[in-house]
């Protein structure tokens, strides 16, 4: 298979999401009574883990 | 008071799990007088089992303790451990398989194998063997610690009580190695994941829901002020980039069968985040429900508190169990790590360079039982703040080891001699601001330039960055010839054998 280096610059995409709290750190909008800034974060382990399974798929397995 | 149900149920689970532990060297039978055998678990884990032991590896049973005592006490701050635990993985995905890579073609066991073959050099090879060590005995010894919270709150006499644990957890270390916290993991996982899940949905509901858990929880602790922000970021970033320089995150990732594991579990890895995203909401759960730590172990009993005060006893005793067979996992890997350290690269290297392998296997497996007992000892004996203290001092020192480790497998122009002068400045100023601070914070302002406070380490390791840079780029311009005993071969993906 082709390798695909250019997809492991998807992986800034993960550190960048909760680089710099300012834009994540407020109450509103809850979900389910949970404040942003909590479930925000949550929400960026799963976009992470989406986006390194990804990556793994573009860049294709080398042997 | 003893806490009979629950020290039953803890016992029975504890003792179960610790014979897996002893039943481990049996698992793909091998000569164990082989470091590769007794110490990476013959490099022969996959996706599934190395997802285990690196989840029980990296994701302590301290954090766990500390995480959200870190919430309940100071809030939103404490949560910095989802975004470390993120951006941790993106980097693993990139520089370890390379790491790796080199790991096998030329049969390192431990980082400063690697760091002695890219430079040449018996001194930096020496220097991050100790430093790893050194940090690595305080995590050890906070591992023991999170065991004796439990205990305590169990209401036994704690030092007997954490003496057998050492004891079997030393024993178990020495026969199985690297095998039996491998297995260990499997037991670890079900136990943590089950008392978690459990919590985060029968807590709520006797709480009356999760809005009603952070309408108690004032605004001050539930986001961060503006204050926060540059500490958040730099404590999450600083961490991110020191975990896998501890020996025993190395360790976990040498023992993998092929860089497709470290990339995948790259990616599977963050559902331990998830998980440590939920236990460190505990720590506002437990300001909801009115938890009063305890005098002796602080905003540290604040968990083990909450579960006492909200779950049947036999339950209270399965959560106990489950963070104490979590402090087995990285507490046997992380005293693997700092013995083969001890043997290969210091007890080999300096005193024995005729050593065979099966003398160096003894060393190791010795040598990891005095590293438990040093941090057995140390738990009992020196105050817990000063343990806690040192830990945060090891994080800020293996950070320093990262141009030596890290950035040499992609500059090929790094002079050793500014590896080693950047460690040194970066080693000083990280302890000197540490003791600006008392150990009180882990962040400090620096000479007013920045008006945000840094995490110490991060500050540390920009220092050391110029000074390696700098003084590379001196060297080359002065023709000094950069020594490496690897070739380009080795970063490369290997040859099917034969081949």
């Known amino acids: 298979m082709r390798s ?13 999401s909760v680089l710099y709290p300012d834009w994540y750190s407020r109450l509103q909008p809850e979900l389910a009574g949970i404040p942003f800034f909590v479930w925000y974060q949550f929400a960026m382990v799963v976009l992470g883990v989406i986006v390194t399974l990804g990556v793994y798929a573009l860049e294709g397995v080398r042997r | 008071m003893i806490h009979g149900d629950q020290l039953a149920v803890f016992a029975i689970l504890f003792m179960g799990v610790s014979l897996a532990g002893f039943w481990a060297n049996r698992w793909r039978r091998a000569d164990l007088r082989t470091l590769d055998q007794w110490g990476l678990a013959g490099r022969s884990l996959g996706t599934v089992i190395n997802w285990f032991l690196m989840g029980g590896d990296l994701y302590t049973a301290y954090t766990f303790i500390a995480v ?6 100071k809030g939103a701050i404490g949560l910095f451990a989802i975004p470390y635990t993120i951006i941790v993985y993106p980097l693993v995905y990139v520089v370890m398989p390379r790491l790796w890579r080199v790991g096998r073609h030329r049969g390192h066991v431990t980082p400063s194998d690697y760091v002695g073959d890219r430079f040449d050099s018996r001194l930096l090879s020496v220097l991050i063997a100790i430093t790893g060590i050194v940090a690595t005995i ?4 906070l591992q023991m610690f999170g065991i004796q919270v439990v205990l305590a709150q169990m209401g036994v006499p704690v030092e007997l009580a954490l003496v057998i644990a050492f004891l079997i957890l030393a024993f178990f270390t ?12 499997f037991a670890k996982d079900v136990l943590i994941w089950s008392t978690i899940l459990v919590a985060v ?25 503006r204050a926060s922000y540059v500490p958040y970021s730099t404590l999450a970033f600083g961490s991110a980039l020191a975990l ?20 995948r579990n790259a990616a599977f890895l963050p559902a331990y985040s998830f998980l440590l995203g939920l236990i460190a909401i505990l720590g506002y759960v437990a300001i909801a429900a009115g938890i009063h730590p305890s005098k002796a172990y602080g905003p540290n009993s604040a968990v083990p508190q909450l579960f006492a005060a909200m779950f049947p006893g036999p339950f209270t005793g399965y959560a106990f169990a489950a963070i104490a067979i979590g402090a087995l996992v990285p507490a046997s890997v992380m005293s693997i790590a700092a013995a083969n350290l001890f043997s290969r690269n210091l007890y080999r290297e300096l005193f024995r360079p005729t050593a065979s392998a099966n003398e160096e296997t003894n060393v190791s497996k010795v040598f990891s039982g005095v590293v438990k007992l040093g941090a057995l000892l140390f738990i009992l004996l020196v105050p817990t703040t000063y343990v806690i203290n040192f830990q945060l001092a090891g994080g800020v020192w293996i950070l320093q080891t990262l141009p030596a480790v890290f950035l040499s497998l992609y500059l090929r122009w790094l002079d050793r001699w500014a590896v080693a002068a950047g460690w040194a400045v970066g080693i000083g100023l990280g302890t000197y601001w540490l003791v600006q601070v008392h150990f009180a914070a882990s962040t400090i302002s620096l000479f007013g330039l920045t008006h945000d406070q840094v995490y110490i380490a991060l500050a540390a390791f920009i220092a050391n960055l110029i000074v390696v840079i700098g003084g590379s780029l001196i060297a080359r311009l002065l023709g000094a010839a950069g020594r490496t005993r690897l070739a380009e071969a080795d970063y490369e993906v290997s040859v099917p054998s034969g081949a």
């Open chain 2, 138 to 141: 305080p995590y050890i010894a």
């Open chain 2, 68 to 73: 959200p005592a870190l919430v309940f006490g």
């Open chain 2, 244 to 263: 896998f320089l501890y020996p025993h995150a190395v360790t976990s990732v040498l023992a993998s069968k092929d860089q497709d594991v470290i990339k």
């Open chain 2, 201 to 225: 949905i029968y807590l709520p509901i006797r709480l009356g829901g999760y809005g009603a858990i952070f309408a108690h929880v004032p605004t001050k602790l539930a986001i961060l002020p």
């Open chain 2, 174 to 185: 020495y026969l199985s190695g690297l095998r039996a916290p491998a297995m260990i993991a």
């Open chain 1, 4 to 16: 695909r280096k250019w997809a492991l610059l998807l992986l800034i995409v993960p550190f960048v």
